[in-house]
């Protein structure tokens, strides 16, 4: 199937979006690359889906541009062979079955109505072909707008809360859906609020608030930046003592009567507690994740949608 974009990288330069006196999205720069996926991320009303419909030419930019393959989304000749996206829930007529509502966008599309079984088996609704839209779940209607977004065969995925309605088994399908077309070489864009699967899903992450960039890389090097470190959350019964016996820690109680002490490792916990004749109860290092950063990169900074 035909393509007229030979790279799928998107570029934001300058980005920036004002209404009246709000500033939805504020001189925003970033590069999403091909063959990984990129989680954008944010608060609610920091910029997210502003900069999504700027990116699709659905709103006009205030200032700044971006670029698919380097080419304006409004200047592709053929937008749905270059771009997929799904900015909400696919919406159909309610009397119309799932396969004949994507025959219709292959009819418009100029692509053979086969397209449609093609793409509906590749998101598992193939058993729902002929049910009627009206009687598709939210989690069913999701699968059906990625079915629509891939029914071109485009080089570039944007997809703005993919996983809404989806079960924890629709998740991790959506998850190795998501990966297996950016290993097809596809750029991956997907903006989502469920930072825990961003961790498990993306390669990169995009972080904004307030409508500016506040993080971008891939996740272990954001994890990185963001200054976080290992904490050793430990039990015992006697926490005054043991902490006296560790040189340069700093603790302090967490939940459940347990010590969250930084500055140390497990190892030396467990060591000064041998040395000290102190009992422990548990001992675990916890290591910083992409939720704890996101909240303290954008902590203070939410934005208006």
């Not at 009303?45 to 700027?54: D, E, I, N, P």
Request: with cysteine; glycine share 14%; aromatic share 2%.
């Amino acid at each position: 199937m035909g393509n007229e974009i030979t790279n799928g990288e998107i570029v934001v330069s300058g980005l920036t979006k004002h209404y009246k006196q709000v500033k939805a999205v504020d001189g925003l720069s970033f590069t999403v690359k091909p063959g990984r996926v990129t989680g954008f991320l944010g608060p609610n009303g920091a910029g997210k889906t502003t900069t999504l419909r700027m990116i699709l030419n659905l709103v006009a930019p205030t200032a700044g541009a971006a670029t698919i393959g380097g080419a304006r989304y409004a200047d592709l000749s053929e937008p749905l062979r270059a771009v997929g996206a799904v900015l909400e829930a696919s919406s159909a007529h309610k009397g119309r079955t799932g396969r004949n509502h994507l025959r219709v966008i292959c009819a418009a599309a100029g692509l053979p109505g086969s397209r449609a079984d093609e793409v509906l088996e590749r998101v598992g609704l193939t058993s729902a072909a002929k049910r009627k839209f009206k009687g598709y779940s939210l989690g069913m209607k999701q699968r059906l707008g990625i079915a629509a977004a891939l029914i071109g065969d485009p080089k570039v995925l944007i997809l703005d809360e993919p996983a809404n309605g989806l079960d924890p088994e629709g998740i991790r399908w959506m998850r190795d859906l998501l990966q297996k077309l950016a290993g097809e070489g596809r750029t991956v864009l997907v903006s989502s609020h469920l930072l825990s699967e961003m961790e498990l899903l993306a390669d990169d992450v995009v972080i904004i608030a307030a409508g500016r960039l506040v993080a971008q890389g891939t996740v272990e090097e954001v994890i990185g930046q963001a200054g976080s470190v290992d904490t050793v959350r430990v039990r015992t019964p006697h926490p005054d003592t043991l902490l006296g016996a560790l040189d340069g820690a700093t603790g302090q109680p967490g939940e459940d009567g347990t010590l969250l002490l930084t500055g140390v490792t497990a190892e030396q916990v467990g060591d000064a507690a041998l040395r000290a004749g102190v009992a422990i109860h548990e001992l675990v290092t916890e290591r910083p994740d992409l939720e704890r950063v996101f909240l303290d990169l954008t902590a203070g900074k939410e934005g208006i949608r």
